[in-house]
């Protein structure tokens, strides 16, 4: 009974002791330097999972194919390039050039070439087949008029360089004649924006005989000193995205039309043929960019959709010319006389050549004369 007692009383005083134990000043905690606290090891068992998530979800900088010195040029155009407006004009260029890019990837792939090049024509052309330089340069990857040998064709009935398909076999097949021909793509690609007779210059005047030497001591020209960083930058932000935060359009092999050649030996009147197929103008010229005038050169291939293929051989038997002459015009010549001449219409030349009944004839221009079945 009395230890009962005891216990009792303890317990009723227990709270006192623990206030005033509560009470008592508490001993000040010394600050320990980093220097002063001993390294606590740490393996990789004890790493919080959570950490590990997370440095496993971080995304990765990959590579892009090439491997280069980060300059300051580069950097700026990297801050450009991953500014809102520099994503919206990306984005933009991607979306459009879309069928292209397709293509692109796989032809660089084929080849076995960087990843990378199938930016090169954002930087061209902002991936627009149509577009067109104050120097000349024309189509996807801007080729002027005196660099299309041996790779592409322009002559009074096709520019070629305007086709996206036929200039991106073109500019590959150069960029790997560079590359082989200098042994190094940033080489290469400076050669492809100067040329290669004036890259072979420049390198004449350094020991040195790379592009970044070459950048470094000014030698090249201003153009060509930003066309290989911005090129690197723009490469870097887009297969980069997920690295930088941003996001950008991706395409597929499913993103390439589904098409049928056609080649026709005999010149087909281009209006005819469209009027037959019942295909809209915008679609035809959108797969048959080359075509400068309304009448085909004889042998040339026409790209259409997978769909006319059953209707094709009848339209373009319809459609086809006997003949189509081409005839330089010489002083006192005239529409009216030219088509006495050959016994068809002023309205079939005109339409063939895409003037009006009142354009003046060049001395020395060709006209395209078709002489129907």
Excluded at 61 to 68: A, D, N
Excluded at 116 to 131: G, Q, T, V
Excluded at 156 to 176: F, Y
Aim: glycine share 4%; charged share 25%.
């Amino acid at each position: 009974m009395k230890r009962l007692w005891f216990l009792g009383v303890l317990f009723l005083l227990f709270p006192l002791w623990a206030e005033e134990e509560s009470a008592q000043p508490q001993a000040a905690e010394v600050p320990v330097s980093a220097e002063e606290a001993p390294p606590v090891p740490v393996t990789a068992e004890e790493v919080p999972p959570a950490r590990e998530e997370a440095q496993a979800a971080a995304p990765q900088k990959k590579s892009i194919g090439l491997e280069y010195p980060e300059t300051a040029l580069i950097e700026t155009y990297r801050r450009e390039y991953s500014s809102p407006f520099g994503v919206k004009w990306i984005t933009e260029a991607l979306a459009s050039g879309s069928v292209y890019r397709a293509y692109v990837q796989k032809k660089i792939a084929e080849k076995n070439m960087p990843p990378c090049m199938e930016f090169l024509p954002l930087i061209e052309s902002a991936y627009r087949s149509d577009a067109r330089s104050k120097s000349g340069a024309a189509g996807l990857w801007q080729f002027m008029e005196n660099s299309v040998t041996p790779f592409l064709e322009k002559n009074q009935w096709i520019d070629e360089r305007m086709d996206p398909w036929k200039s991106t076999d073109a500019a590959l097949a150069k960029l790997e004649e560079n590359y082989k021909r200098f042994g190094d793509w940033f080489l290469a690609l400076a050669a492809y924006n100067a040329g290669s007779g004036a890259l072979n210059r420049f390198l004449s005047r350094s020991k040195e005989k790379t592009y970044w030497a070459l950048a470094a001591k000014g030698i090249l020209k201003e153009e060509t000193i930003r066309y290989v960083p911005k090129f690197l930058a723009i490469s870097d932000i887009i297969l980069n995205a997920e690295y930088y935060n941003l996001s950008f359009p991706q395409v597929s092999p499913s993103d390439e039309l589904d098409l049928f050649f056609y080649t026709s030996e005999a010149p087909v009147v281009i209006s005819t043929l469209r009027r037959t197929l019942e295909m809209d103008e915008a679609l035809f010229s959108y797969l048959n960019p080359s075509l400068l005038l309304d009448i085909s050169p004889p042998g040339f291939t026409f790209r259409l959709p997978v769909y006319y293929r059953e209707m094709a051989a009848y339209a373009f038997e319809t459609s086809q010319a006997a003949e189509a002459v081409a005839y330089k015009i010489k002083d006192g010549d005239t529409l009216w006389g030219i088509s006495l001449r050959y016994g068809v219409t002023v309205e079939s030349i005109c339409a063939a050549n895409k003037i009006n009944e009142k354009a003046v004839l060049p001395i020395g221009k060709t006209l395209i004369v078709p002489i129907h079945k």
